[in-house]
């Protein structure tokens, strides 16, 4: 009994383990900033600078504890949702540009990574 129970956390770490690594290793860095300059992202936002909209890596902050960061994430860049910005006034934010959902998904995971 004592067996079986330890040789499953020993499958169990290596798995989660793995997924970690996955994760990470799907992030397309250069992919990401490619299309986020194309879509004029860094006008309003810098990678750890904040402009017209916050420092990426301070909405990574904000969402890291959240489960549900990626889908918040993709409905921001594409419905269109109201935005404040710091000037008090508020305007849709801007819809993210992309023939290609995976490259969309590469650009949350990449914020969210920062
Ligand atoms: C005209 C300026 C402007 C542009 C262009 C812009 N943003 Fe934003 N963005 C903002 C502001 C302002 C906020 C803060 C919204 C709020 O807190 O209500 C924001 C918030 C965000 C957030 C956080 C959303 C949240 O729920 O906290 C993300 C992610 C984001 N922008 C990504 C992007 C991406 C990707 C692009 C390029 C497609 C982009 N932004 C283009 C101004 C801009």
Redesign the pocket.
Known sequence: MFHYFYKSQIILTVALLTGCLTANAEVDVDAAKSI?KQ???F???GVDKD????A?NK?SA??KADPKAQE??LH??SSG??????DGH??P?????SEDAKQTQN??DW?LSL
């Not at 949702?81 to 710091?86: C, D, L, Q, R, W």
């Not at 934010?93 to 540009?97: D, F, G, N, R």
């Open positions: 986020a879509n004029n992202c006008r309003c936002h402009k017209e909209g916050p990426w909405i904000k969402f918040k994430l921001h860049l949702e109201v935005a404040k910005f710091p508020e305007e934010h801007a819809i993210l540009k650009l949350v914020i």
